[in-house]
């Protein structure tokens, strides 16, 4: 009877799909894990995340470049898609490119991944510190200094940003620092 | 106390690895590690836990110490 396939809830992945990526099954995407390559995709995904933020200032640049509502919608439409695919399909590559190392469970782990596993998590936890600082300095001192004007910036494209830095600046740390072997 | 950087630890498991005819997937699967934390482990760029180095030792029918060293290993010149 063939073994069923557990999943991992609090992680979000299966048994399957982490074996799977460890054990490099699919070798099309061999390409992508070369330490040069990693680092590539690593600058990618941040111009992403910081595009995304930037959808914020939305309001701001749509007065500047003078659109009329209906063109507005349209280029916003597809600005908005391209760089959320982007950023969607870059956290998707970068997940293979580290064989989902920073997704993992202990329990398919061996002990060297385990340990550049947790100190990816220990920088990952530094950085979103200091973002979390900035964004909170921002929100206090911003309306004061009067930095973002009546029509300042839409939260909601910061936000984004934000998850998907706290859901892939783990890999992103791995995928800058490990080594080619 | 603060900890001291980590002192380098020579061996000599790629050598022993390949006099035994093993791959580097097949030392990692008989120790139960990842084929690429075994050329962490040959290259010194990881330092395996005990209970490790010991499969290792075991898999390569060598003991400890004649495996892993703080001192690097002398070069042995085969004329044969």
């Known amino acids: 009877m063939p073994r069923r396939n557990k999943i991992y809830w609090f992680e979000g992945v299966t048994e399957k799909g982490v074996k799977s990526l460890l054990n490099d099954e699919n070798s099309k995407f061999r390409w992508l894990r070369s330490q040069r390559n990693r680092r590539v995709l690593v600058v990618l995904m941040s111009l992403g995340l910081i595009l995304t933020a930037s959808g914020s200032y939305w309001t701001s640049i749509k007065k500047e470049l003078n659109l009329n509502s209906e063109v507005e919608i349209i280029v916003f439409s597809i600005a908005a898609i391209f760089v959320l695919f982007s950023v969607v399909g870059g956290y998707s590559f970068l997940r293979i490119s580290v064989r989902g190392l920073a997704d993992a469970p202990d329990e398919l782990l061996d002990e060297r991944q385990i340990q550049v596993r947790n100190t990816s998590f220990r920088y990952a936890y530094l950085v979103m510190g200091y973002i979390v600082l900035i964004l909170m300095l921002l929100m206090i001192v911003g309306p004061r200094l009067e930095l973002f004007g009546s029509d300042g910036p839409d939260g909601s494209f910061l936000l984004i940003s934000v998850m998907f830095i706290f859901a892939s600046l783990p890999s992103m740390i791995l995928a800058w620092r490990e080594k080619d072997i | ?80």
């Open chain 2, 1 to 80: 106390m603060s900890r001291q950087p980590e002192e380098p630890i020579f061996n000599r498991i790629e050598e022993l690895r390949i006099e035994k005819g093993l791959s580097r997937q097949q030392l990692a699967d008989a120790v139960g590690v990842h084929y690429q934390t075994v050329g962490y482990l040959e290259r010194g760029e990881y330092n395996p836990s005990l209970s490790l180095a010991l499969k290792i030792s075991k898999e390569l029918q060598t003991s400890v110490g004649e495996i892993f060293s703080l001192t690097p290993f002398r070069k042995v010149r085969n004329n044969a």
